[in-house]
């Protein structure tokens, strides 16, 4: 019972003394002009920003997603474009689930910080390993 609590207790303080990997910002205007970007449903439109005038269309609050991608011999940029193709192709899926046309509110919030900005997108990345795109956003009308 010991050894058990003992090894929790480890796990504990190593996860609160793990290092934070770097973050990047990338523009979304650009990741969002990529062919990449063009294979998104053009019936579903993303708003980043909290600033959407549609909040009273708000069917799901809150949907979260977190996503991906190798970085290999890629940039950072190039990864994390990928990383944000996934988790706006993630939102896509849920707004089409829940008969919806858009996804707005979308926010960065790695490290629960959020990143509320209408031009850039936030990627954490794994230094040679992969990059994260943590996004927050509402599903509505």
Known sequence: ??????LGLMALLTNALAEQYPVEYFSIKEAMQ?????????NISFEFGTD???????????AQTKRGAKIGDRSNKEACN????????RFQ????????TKVINLIGYAYKENHDNKNTFQC???PN??????????IAK
Do not use: H, P, Q
């Open 34 to 42: 990529s062919e990449l970007f063009k294979k998104l449903d053009k």
């Open 93 to 100: 899926k849920r707004a089409i689930k829940e008969n919806s």
């Open 82 to 89: 990928e990383a944000l193709y996934e988790a706006l192709l």
């Open 124 to 126: 954490v990345i794994v």
């Open 52 to 62: 959407s005038t549609n909040k009273n269309d708000i069917i799901v609050k809150g």
């Open 1 to 6: 019972m010991k050894k058990i609590l003992i």
């Open 129 to 138: 390993k992969k990059s994260l795109v943590y996004l927050r956003g509402d």
